[in-house]
């Protein structure tokens, strides 16, 4: 199971730097909320059709310049989600990170958020159940 997850991480991650990048929106990023909502803006899950609904958290961080710095990590998917489950949203995350970056940050948040890591929850299921978590 290990070797299929490292799998598909490296199909994310080959999507993510193998797409050309565009940024979400022009306004200016200046607070670590700035920095959520401005992602969430680039969030668009697979359709029902691809893939059942699940909640996958990221752990990103940025250089000065608002780039993806160094390679994201999945650091949590629901536990119930099959292996294409997984597979759909972790492109999907990759290509919101895509879409969104460079992040706009202000001088100032430039300066505070360089390098920091930034725990990015994506939900698309209206609530979670309240089993056990699967770390990926």
């Not at 998917?77 to 492109?91: G, H, P």
Request: hydrophobic share 40%; charged share 20%.
């Amino acid at each position: 199971m290990a070797r299929c997850g490292g799998k598909l991480l490296l199909v994310a991650a080959v999507l993510l730097l193998g797409v050309p990048s565009a940024a979400a929106e022009d306004r200016q990023v200046n607070t670590i909320q700035d920095v959520f909502r401005h992602l969430r803006t680039c969030w668009r899950p697979p359709s029902p059709a691809k893939a059942r609904p699940l909640d996958i958290t990221v752990v990103v961080s940025f250089n000065r310049a608002g780039n993806i710095l160094g390679h994201p990590r999945i650091t949590y998917e629901s536990a119930d989600a099959t292996d294409n489950d997984r597979l759909q949203y972790r492109i999907a995350v990759m290509e919101a990170l895509q879409r969104c970056s460079p992040v706009p940050f202000t001088d100032a948040m430039a300066g505070a958020a360089a390098g920091r890591p930034f725990a990015i929850q994506f939900r698309s299921r209206k609530t979670s159940p309240p089993t056990q978590e699967r770390r990926a």
